[in-house]
């Protein structure tokens, strides 16, 4: 992702946001590891409670924090043809990731409506479908924009961003104590202010503020969501998507 038609000027530019992608993209992984580690990992062997729509999602998400993580190591060891390679991969693994999203959804909702009844489960909907289409909003702006370093690079940082949330979330319960209705804002406004400063960095130094403000947009968006799972449009979104989707 990050695009190998490079001029040596453009380089030199984007080579501080290459480094701090290699970083943020490994704490990413770390953070994710962390915070899926009582919840998920430390039930191996048996993996009690999951099926295989879990291990699906969790190797296909694995596998593209990976893909992050080496795009932009290609770029800064000047390996454009691995660069290239991954880059073309990645078109067949995002649906996958994006199925995954889906089915994780589905799982949930089936599960969900046994525990919480119907109003409960499509209000945890909110978690999962629209992940599905902002992610791929964001992969598809990745792609389109992969001709223009600064746009192409800060969309695919975005679905590290948008990826981080959960992990965090998780790290946040379960390592720091506390409480959802603490952490899970928490992990919103985290991100939220990341992206949000990132975006007046970009306008500081007269660089395009568009990326970034597309992906706050996509925050508040999911934040205004999530805030009205029970409300009447929510709810009746929901149904339709369990009827003719599920």
Not at 172 to 179: M, W
Request: proline share 4%; charged share 10%.
């Amino acid at each position: 992702m990050i695009t190998s038609s490079l001029s040596s000027g453009k380089s030199k530019k984007n080579s501080g946001i290459t480094n701090r992608l290699i970083y943020y993209f490994i704490f990413l992984l770390l953070i994710s590891i962390a915070g899926f580690y009582k919840t998920y990992l430390v039930k191996f062997p048996n993996f009690e409670g999951f099926t295989w729509v879990h291990h699906f999602h969790g190797a296909i998400m694995l596998t593209w924090i990976l893909i992050l993580i080496a795009q932009p190591v290609f770029i800064r060891t000047k390996k454009l043809k691995w660069h290239r390679i991954v880059g073309k991969a990645s078109y067949f693994i995002f649906p996958l990731l994006a199925l995954s999203f889906f089915l994780v959804a589905r799982v949930s909702y089936f599960r969900n409506i046994k525990t919480d009844g119907e109003i409960g489960a499509l209000a945890s909907m909110t978690s999962g479908i629209p992940d599905m289409f902002f992610i791929s909003i964001l992969y598809g702006l990745g792609i389109y924009y992969k001709k223009k370093t600064s746009y192409h690079l800060r969309f695919f940082a975005s679905i590290g961003l948008m990826i981080l949330g959960p992990g965090l979330g998780r790290f946040l319960i379960v390592f720091c104590g506390l409480p959802p209705m603490i952490a899970i804002p928490s992990m919103i406004a985290s991100v939220a202010v990341i992206t949000l400063g990132w975006m007046i960095a970009d306008i500081i130094k007269k660089r395009s503020a568009f990326p970034m403000s597309v992906f706050l947009v996509i925050n508040i968006t999911a934040f205004v969501i999530g805030a009205n799972s029970h409300s009447t449009w929510w709810q009746a979104f929901a149904k339709w998507v369990a009827v003719h989707l599920f």
